[in-house]
């Protein structure tokens, strides 16, 4: 157990449709950071948050938002869903947002668009 | 630019037998390792890291990998496989002056008894 928490672990849904993942940090870390696992594209990194502000952004798509709240918990939201849509997506967490950092990732939240 | 290339999709061995899962990087600096292995509907969970402290590096499960800078190549080593080594393993590279980990493609890897 990486002591990160995502959830839900599971949502269906249809297209069109707006989604929200929390993802919950492993106890004294700052950063948190998505990404999106697809057949097709492999792990692929989205978006860092550290202590709040956005720090990093990767090949995230204009309909997908996060952020990061002063309990540092974070969400992403995804929204007008496309079947294309359909991945795992992962929380990770870090200490302090750094490169070379060892990222602590969730269960992940395995999303389907109908 | 930092790339990350796992030389074999698919690794069968049997069980009690060596296994070995390549990898190769590219990076313009000095970079952090990383292997992280995913069982079957479960999250990624790090086996190990290499930061430089030094070329070998033992992991969790009796894992290790080598560091090979002349070869640019983080080769992810086990003496004995069992069962409980089936799942999907990631070799993962990030630099200091880039937040992000930047993943392999994954090799698979299944255990016959």
């Known amino acids: 157990d990486s002591g990160v928490t995502q959830t839900p672990k599971h949502l269906i849904t249809a297209t069109g449709q707006r989604v929200t993942l929390r993802c919950s940090p492993r106890?004294?870390?700052?950063?948190v950071y998505w990404y999106q696992q697809s057949l097709d594209q492999g792990l692929q990194f989205l978006i860092q948050?550290?202590?709040?502000?956005?720090?990093a952004k990767g090949n995230i798509l204009e309909r997908f938002s996060a952020q990061q709240f002063p309990d540092l918990h974070s969400e992403l939201n995804l929204s007008s869903l496309e079947l294309g849509d359909s991945a795992l997506y992962f929380c990770?967490?870090?200490?302090?947002?750094?490169?070379?950092?060892?990222?602590?990732f969730g269960p992940g939240t395995r999303l389907l668009v109908l | 630019a930092q790339s990350v290339t796992q030389l074999d999709s698919h690794v069968s061995v049997s069980e009690g037998t060596p296994v070995l899962l390549r990898c190769n990087y590219s990076?313009?600096?000095?970079?952090?390792l990383f292997w992280y292995v995913q069982h079957p509907n479960k999250g990624l969970q790090l086996l190990l890291k290499?930061?430089?402290?030094?070329?070998l590096v033992k992991g969790i499960n009796g894992f290790e990998a080598e560091f090979k800078k002349s070869e640019t190549s983080f080769h992810l080593t086990k003496p004995s496989a069992h069962m409980s080594d089936a799942a999907e393993y990631f070799c993962?590279?990030?630099?200091?002056?880039?937040?992000?980990?930047?993943f392999g493609a994954g090799t698979t890897v299944t255990v016959r008894a």
């Open positions: 990770a967490s870090s200490l302090l947002g750094t490169g070379g950092e060892t990222q602590y």
């Open positions: 106890s004294g870390d700052l950063s």
């Open positions: 990076s313009s600096y000095s970079p952090s």
């Open positions: 290499y930061t430089s402290a030094a070329t």
């Open positions: 993962v590279v990030s630099l200091r002056n880039d937040y992000k980990l930047s």
């Open positions: 948050y550290y202590n709040g502000e956005e720090r």
